[in-house]
T-cell receptor
Framework: GDSVTQMEGPVTLSEEAFLTINCTYTATGYPSLFWYVQYPGEGLQLLLKATKADDKGSNKGFEATYRKETTSFHLEKGSVQVSDSAVYFCALSDRRSGGSNYKLTFGKGTLLTVNP | SQTIHQWPATLVQPVGSPLSLECTVEGTSNPNLYWYRQAAGRGLQLLFYSVGIGQISSEVPQNLSASRPQDRQFILSSKKLLLSDSGFYLC????????????FGDGTRLSIL
């Protein structure tokens, strides 16, 4: 079955540091890939997405590139801020034929803490 | 634009009491709807999903049930809560195109005493 593996952390960085959160996946079909962010006490918010190989998703200074050859979708940000402190989830939606339900498979989440 | 509402935001219930959590979506028709639970820690567990009115699929056997009485309404219920039902419950909606993401509500924090 489908699976998503991401570094569990926690990750602690100083403000303005470079961030990488690794995410790799296995899927039998042609998945779309997503990063979600969850701030304390809140629901998940879509951060960025990529729907096919070599697509780069970007939002709020975060980027991730869909790498089919390495089955990866690593999240990066050049300069993190204290306000980026949150839990980050990598997820995939497998584009299987038949039916209209597209379930998400999530990684376990990575807690990021950014110190001033 | 589409919005999703969940209530209540927090709930404290005694063991053995019933439960009803409600989720409604606005601004879209015929969405796929999902209930997740996030236990202590961070992992998300899909509990139920629905592709239409009255159509419910259960992902894990448990003490909970779900219903979809209207197109944009999704309800999570229990007749008798267990301590293990404590957690953060999230409702989400998704489109019917494969590359569309799911969109989440703000969640309900459920504590069982």
């Amino acid at each position: 079955g489908d699976s998503v593996t991401q570094m569990e952390g926690p990750v602690t960085l100083s403000e303005e540091a470079f961030l990488t959160i690794n995410c790799t996946y296995t899927a039998t079909g042609y998945p779309s890939l997503f990063w979600y962010v969850q701030y304390p006490g809140e629901g998940l918010q879509l951060l960025l997405k990529a729907t096919k190989a070599d697509d780069k998703g970007s939002n709020k200074g975060f980027e991730a590139t869909y790498r089919k050859e390495t089955t990866s979708f690593h999240l990066e940000k050049g300069s993190v801020q204290v306000s980026d402190s949150a839990v980050y989830f990598c997820a995939l939606s497998d584009r299987r034929s038949g039916g209209s339900n597209y379930k998400l498979t999530f990684g376990k989440g990575t807690l990021l803490t950014v110190n001033p | 634009s589409q919005t999703i509402h969940q209530w209540p935001a927090t709930l404290v219930q005694p063991v053995g009491s019933p439960l009803s959590l409600e989720c409604t979506v606005e601004g879209t028709s015929n969405p796929n709807l999902y209930w997740y639970r996030q236990a202590a820690g961070r992992g998300l567990q899909l509990l139920f999903y629905s592709v239409g009115i009255g159509q419910i699929s259960s992902e894990v056997p448990q003490n909970l049930s779900a219903s979809r009485p209207q197109d944009r309404q999704f309800i999570l219920s229990s007749k008798k809560l267990l301590l293990s039902d404590s957690g953060f419950y999230l409702c989400a909606w998704g489109g019917r195109v494969s590359n569309q993401p799911q969109h989440f509500g703000d969640g309900t924090r459920l504590s069982i005493l």
